[in-house]
Structure formats: structure tokens, C-alpha cells
């Protein structure tokens, strides 16, 4: 199972807002609604952001949404902040093996 | 609250096998899936498999298929990952998490471990 597809970097100004996209195929992200997205600082575990293509976990802030046009997710992240600065991951289900892929990651920096 | 708490660092040699626990807390254990991830020191997210924690079935990922073990203990409410065959390349942080089809929002704080000669 190959990596989702990530830009490795994006970049944005304080309250700008940048979106990263993460491509699969019919067998992922475009035939299942199991999309997540997830944020992760330096040496710190994973922090999951956006679940089921769209929906936020309970206190994170409505500047992160997320959406899915075929076989391509994308989490957007609007008036950009500071601690925004991080490594963001998509990932999803695999039906085809009950299985779950992650994407390559990409470094979101504010600049 | 949810809470996964993991063992601590290990420092293994080549060929050996580790073995990392996550005990859960705060939810029905039996409930939920136990997935196991790895990342290498500046290396992206890597799903290594999963368990569901009320059946015991598990799903592994290829790339770990022959090395890996993943069981549970449901009256400690704990799973565990059994790697075997370790080269230096096993080098990671390996989490635990709790979800369903995929991993939810609640997850261990890692687990280092360096396999090293």
C-alpha cells in the first residue's frame, strides 16, 4: 500500500489561509468517507483535527475544515496562526484490505 | 478522560524482538480498535496494523506482516505489539490509538525504540 499523496511543505501569512491536499485513489480516500487529518508539533504524538472527511473533534477551532472532491482530500486552514506552524498528515481507509494509509506529511509553516 | 498510557523506552540489539504495551482507560476497552503507528526519527506516520479489541482480530499492514504481533489483554484493558527480527531501521516512535476503521483522536505518548549494537 503507497503513501497517500502530501505537498511536502506549504506556507502562508498570519491570517492567510493555505490548503493541503492529499491524493489516493478509488481504493482510499475516494471510496471511502474515512479521511482524517491530523496535526502534530515536534516531539509530540499526533493530534487528530478533522475526522470523516469533514468533522471537527470537540475543541478544535472551526479555522481547520476539511473536504474531498473524488480521490483528492484537503484540509484548509483559514486566518492562519502561529501555532498552526506544524507537520499535517491525512489519512484514510483502505476497504479493499480493511487496512489504513497515511500520507506523507507536509510542513505548514507561518511565515 | 481517555487515556492511553505506553511502557517506556527500550534499547534492543539487532535481531531481537520488542514488545510495547498500551493500557486504556476512561472508555469500554472491548468497544474500540487498538491501531499501532510508527515514525522513525524525521520520517512521516506509518500504520503498522490493528486490533479490534473486543474480538481480538487483527489487520497488518504488508510492510510488517512477518515481524509483527499485535494481541490484547482485556481484563488489564491493555494491547500489545510485538515486533521481532529488529534491524536499526526499526528505529521509531510507536504509538498506540484508539479509533475504528481508523485511528481517532486519543493516542499514547509514544514509545522509543532504538535498536542499536
Not at chain 1, 498528515?89 to 511565515?111: A, I
Not at chain 2, 527500550?10 to 487498538?34: L, M, Q, W
Not at chain 2, 484493558?77 to 521509531?92: G, H, P, V
Amino acid at each position: 500500500q503507497s503513501a497517500l499523496t502530501q505537498p511536502p511543505s506549504a506556507s502562508g501569512s498570519p491570517g492567510q489561509s493555505v490548503t493541503i491536499s492529499c491524493t489516493g485513489t478509488r481504493s482510499d480516500v475516494g471510496g471511502y468517507n474515512y479521511v482524517s487529518w491530523f496535526q502534530q508539533h515536534p516531539g509530540k504524538a499526533p493530534k487528530l483535527m478533522i475526522y470523516e472527511v469533514t468533522k471537527r473533534p470537540s475543541g478544535v477551532p472551526d479555522r481547520f475544515s476539511g473536504s474531498k472532491s473524488g480521490n483528492t482530500a484537503s484540509l484548509t486552514v483559514s486566518g492562519l496562526r502561529a501555532e498552526d506552524e506544524a507537520d499535517y498528515y491525512c489519512s484514510s481507509y483502505v476497504g479493499s484490505n480493511n487496512h489504513v494509509v497515511f500520507g506523507g506529511g507536509t510542513k505548514l509553516t507561518v511565515l | 478522560q481517555v487515556q492511553l498510557v505506553q511502557s517506556g523506552t527500550e534499547v534492543k540489539k539487532p535481531g531481537a524482538s520488542v514488545k510495547v504495551s498500551c493500557k486504556a482507560s476512561g472508555y469500554t476497552f472491548t468497544s474500540y480498535a487498538i491501531h499501532w503507528v510508527r515514525q522513525a526519527p524525521g520520517q512521516r506516520l506509518e500504520w503498522m496494523g490493528w486490533i479490534n479489541a473486543g474480538k481480538g482480530n487483527t489487520k497488518y499492514s504488508q510492510k510488517f506482516q512477518a515481524r509483527v504481533t499485535i494481541t490484547r489483554d482485556t481484563s488489564a484493558s491493555t494491547a500489545f505489539m510485538e515486533l521481532s527480527s529488529l534491524i536499526s531501521e526499526d528505529t521509531a516512535v510507536y504509538y498506540c490509538a484508539r479509533g475504528g476503521p481508523v485511528a481517532g483522536s486519543d493516542w499514547g505518548q509514544g514509545t522509543l525504540v532504538t535498536v542499536s549494537s
